[in-house]
């Protein structure tokens, strides 16, 4: 059995203004961000895995100061093309984000990635994720990545089905989850959550 913590990273200065904050913002966490990190208490895990981005890496040496941290490009936040760095009030009147919302956040992203394209890229890096530790024999770790990257990963994965925006997180939550190995190597890929962190 394989015990995964999937950890939203901490807020940033964008998820404070609620603004589209994808693969083409790189910014570091806001200083009270670093503040709430240090005062959560996840489990030890054997390893840690992260979204390439600083906001990523920085949560995960908070929460993890002695482990190495294993980089996977796959798992980074959607590109959120022209609606990237911008909230909803600066794009009321866009007739792009008009119609985004009118498809219930269905059509792809103007210049960036559609759902399925978004979802396939962490799907990769999730299954990357979980097989090297498979190859390692490692029975717990974390991954510290972005909201829609655990939404990705929990509509694809979760034996308990709900639709994506269903599992969203806050900055610095998450889930803890199951993966049977067994089955997992034989094609039957599925994750049990344990509970919510």
């Not at 760095?85 to 059509?107: F, M, P, R, T, V």
Request: aromatic fraction near 10%.
């Amino acid at each position: 059995m394989l015990k995964l913590l999937l950890i939203r990273h901490g807020e940033t200065e964008g998820n404070k203004r609620k603004r589209y904050i994808g693969k083409k913002t790189d910014e570091p966490l806001c200083q009270e961000a670093g503040e709430m990190l240090e005062k959560l208490k996840y489990p030890m895990v054997q390893a840690v895995y992260a979204s390439p981005m600083i906001r990523c890496t920085q949560t995960a040496g908070i929460l993890f100061p002695e482990k190495k941290l294993n980089i996977i490009d796959e798992l980074a936040e959607c590109d959120f093309g022209e609606f990237e760095n911008k909230n909803y009030l600066e794009l009321d009147g866009n007739e792009n984000y008009q119609a985004w919302i009118d498809s219930g956040g269905l059509l792809p992203f103007p210049g960036g990635e559609s759902r399925e394209e978004f979802k396939r890229r962490n799907v990769i890096g999730f299954q990357k994720a979980v097989n090297s530790c498979i190859r390692k024999e490692i029975k717990s770790a974390a991954l510290v990545v972005h909201g829609g990257t655990i939404m990705n990963i929990m509509e694809e994965y979760a034996d308990e089905k709900r639709p994506f925006y269903d599992w969203y997180v806050q900055n610095g939550r998450g889930f803890e989850v199951e993966i049977d190995t067994e089955s997992w190597k034989k094609g039957q890929k599925a994750l049990h959550m344990t509970r919510e962190l």
